[in-house]
T-cell receptor, first 109, second 113 residues
Framework: AQRVTQPEKLLSVFKGAPVELKCNYS??????LFWYVQYSRQRLQLLLRHISRESIKGFTADLNKGETSFHLKKPFAQEEDSAMYYCALREDSGYALNFGKGTSLLVTP | EPEVTQTPSHQVTQMGQEVILRCVPISNHLYFYWYRQILGQKVEFLVS????????KSEIFDDQFSVERPDGSNFTLKIRSTKLEDSAMYFCASSSGTSNEQFFGPGTRLTVL
């Protein structure tokens, strides 16, 4: 069963525009949600996690248990935000990260 | 800043051969993981390893696969009798705790011909 859904394969926005990358999950327990980012020719790296409740590089994400969503948002996109973004879920007391298929964000000038 | 390293960056092998993918986790980390990403598909969990034993594995991780920590620094993934469908990018990751950030290596691209 697919636990993490990222409906957009590609998202293209203009520099300065708001951006929202969608992530929905299916899990009945208490998951931990993450956003990982992979810039061109770089490794996967953690962008943020829901328990931290912090903003990284201007990005925020709020866990909405009612809608089972963890959308990633930034009010003003920058060209350097262009990358592949992966939403991931870790089940309570689990080790594995369950990834979505990823969304490629392209920010154009 | 310490990083997870993986060798080789690209491995080409013939179907039916055995391959060993190598990883050096971050030195003070205790939890180790392997993931794979088939081209065009999502990153999939294979196995986690702690205290010299497998702590969790996915249904992908069948008898064809094995992991080992042969010494204090390396963490290896062995794939026996490779198949065409094993072609993928294989990522190693490590963390200092189960709820801590998993740090990923750059990956090894395995091509099975």
């Amino acid at each position: 069963a697919q636990r993490v859904t990222q409906p957009e394969k590609l998202l293209s926005v203009f520099k300065g525009a708001p951006v929202e990358l969608k992530c929905n999950y299916s899990y009945s327990g208490s998951p931990e949600l993450f956003w990982y980012v992979q810039y061109s020719r770089q490794r996967l790296q953690l962008l943020l996690r829901h328990i931290s409740r912090e903003s990284i590089k201007g990005f925020t994400a709020d866990l909405n248990k009612g809608e089972t969503s963890f959308h990633l948002k930034k009010p003003f996109a920058q060209e350097e935000d262009s990358a592949m973004y992966y939403c991931a879920l870790r089940e309570d007391s689990g080790y594995a990260l369950n990834f979505g298929k990823g969304t490629s964000l392209l920010v154009t000038p | 800043e310490p990083e997870v390293t993986q060798t080789p960056s690209h491995q080409v092998t013939q179907m039916g051969q055995e391959v060993i993918l190598r990883c050096v986790p971050i030195s003070n980390h205790l939890y180790f993981y392997w993931y794979r990403q088939i081209l065009g598909q999502k990153v999939e969990f294979l196995v986690s390893f702690y205290n010299n034993e497998i702590s969790e594995k996915s249904e992908i991780f069948d008898d064809q696969f094995s992991v080992e920590r042969p010494d204090g620094s390396n963490f290896t993934l062995k794939i026996r009798s490779t198949k065409l469908e094993d072609s993928a990018m294989y990522f190693c990751a490590s963390s200092s705790g189960t709820s801590n950030e998993q740090f990923f290596g750059p990956g090894t691209r395995l091509t099975v011909l």
